[in-house]
Structures are given as C-alpha cells and as structure tokens.
C-alpha cells in the first residue's frame, strides 16, 4: 500500500509539472510597423511623363503624399488575434512571436489615396520593424497647370447623398486627385485657352494602380507607358 501511494504521489507531481510547462507564456515583443510600395504599375514607377516623375520622386517615393494612419487585423489560420490602428513608423505594437497573415487598409482623402495590405508576415525575439508592401486600392487623376486654370471634383458626401464639391489645389505643376471606385460623380475644368468643360467619370474604365492624364485637345484620359495596375 505504501509503495502504491508513493507511486500516485510520484505521478501527482510529475503531472502537475507538466501542466506548469503548458501554461508558459508565448514571449512578446514590441514593434513598429512600415510602409513600402510595390515595384510595378504605373503609381509607382516613373515614366516618359516629367510631370509624373517630379511629383513621383518628392511625394510618391517619399510618402509625403500617401496615407499617415492603418488599420490592420492579424490572423492566425481564419482565428483573428488582434486589430491594431496607427501611424507608420511611429506608433509601437507589442505581440507574441509567430507567423500571422495581415489584412488591413490605409486611407487617406483624395490627396493621399488608398492602400490595402494582404500579406504574411513572421515576428521574432529579434523583430524591431516589419514592412507591409502596399496594393493601390485608387487610381490617380492629374492635370497639367500649365494648361488648366482650376479643376474641381464633384462627389457623393460621406455621411449622406448629396453632391458636394471641392477645389483640387496645385502641386509641383499638377493639379491631382486620387480615387477609389464609385465616389467620384464628375470633374468640371476651367483651361487658359478660355475652354471649360464637364468629365463624366462613369463613362470611364480606370484601374487601380495607374495614373491617368487628362489631354484637353482629344477630351479624354491617357496613360502614359500603359503597364499593368496592382
């Protein structure tokens, strides 16, 4: 019986052990998370059009010109774990080691844009930063100043359904505006030559990842070195 009883309390505290061991916690670490673009489409590669590459290098490149904030949820299998919002760079996320899939969005007004995330990505003990590589959710507009005296978009309100309007201001020699699909009703023109005129967007195919020039003498949009969107 003695022997028995040893026996049992033997594996008490062999059990007991091993339920200390599951419980250990996962080690977290803390972080920042980044921005970078991709390296095709037309948003994000300069081109024959000098227009473009001066706004591309000061703004695109340097992200001065892209959303400032993301919203992200990290996955494990179809489990969500956790959603974080915040600043690139900036802002600092604290989590256990392991591999996650991220989903999420950056947005901005028709200045910044719209960016959306889809990817894998690994935490280790040694993560200090992981770099999320952007896909344009938005197509860009543009309008040479040296042609158009104003440009102006007309869209559907975010919290109802009239039609607002607002002014597009000049940067480095273009007037621009980035657009999601559907937001955008039309855009009316004033040109130095004396022209005006209305542009339906609906009448339009755009894709995401291009940006797309307005030629005031063919009345339509183009883009130069056509490539392949994101």
């Known amino acids: ?49 000098e227009l473009y590459d001066d706004f591309y290098t000061n703004y695109i490149e340097t992200h001065t010109k892209l959303p400032q904030e993301y919203s992200l949820t990290f996955y494990k ?16 996320v604290t989590m256990p080691i392991g591999t996650y899939k991220v989903l999420g969005t950056s947005s901005g007004d028709f200045e910044y844009g719209t960016l959306k995330f889809n990817q894998e990505i ?38 109802s359904t009239a039609t607002t309007s607002r002014s597009l201001t000049e940067t480095d020699g273009i007037y621009y505006l980035f657009l999601p699909y559907g937001q955008a009703k039309y855009i009316k023109y004033s040109a130095k030559n004396g022209d005006a005129g209305t542009i339906y967007l609906n009448q339009y195919s755009f894709e995401k990842g291009k940006y797309y020039a307005f030629d005031l003498y063919t009345g339509t949009f183009s883009v130069p070195q056509m490539e392949s969107g994101n």
Request: charged share 20%; hydrophobic share 40%.
């Open 122 to 159: 690994t935490i280790t003990e040694d993560t200090k930063n992981i770099a999320l590589t952007a896909i344009w959710d938005c197509y860009m507009l543009m309008f040479d100043k040296g042609v158009y005296k104003s440009v102006s978009i007309y869209h559907q309100s975010f919290d």
């Open 1 to 49: 019986m003695r022997r028995l009883l040893m026996m049992c309390a033997m594996l008490g505290i062999l059990v007991s052990c091993q339920k200390e061991e599951a419980v250990e916690p996962v080690k977290e670490v803390s972080f920042t998370i980044g921005l970078q673009l991709p390296q095709s489409g037309s948003m994000t590669r300069t081109s024959a059009s």
């Open 77 to 92: 299998g179809d489990k969500e774990i956790v959603s974080v919002e915040g600043k690139w760079i900036a802002d600092i």
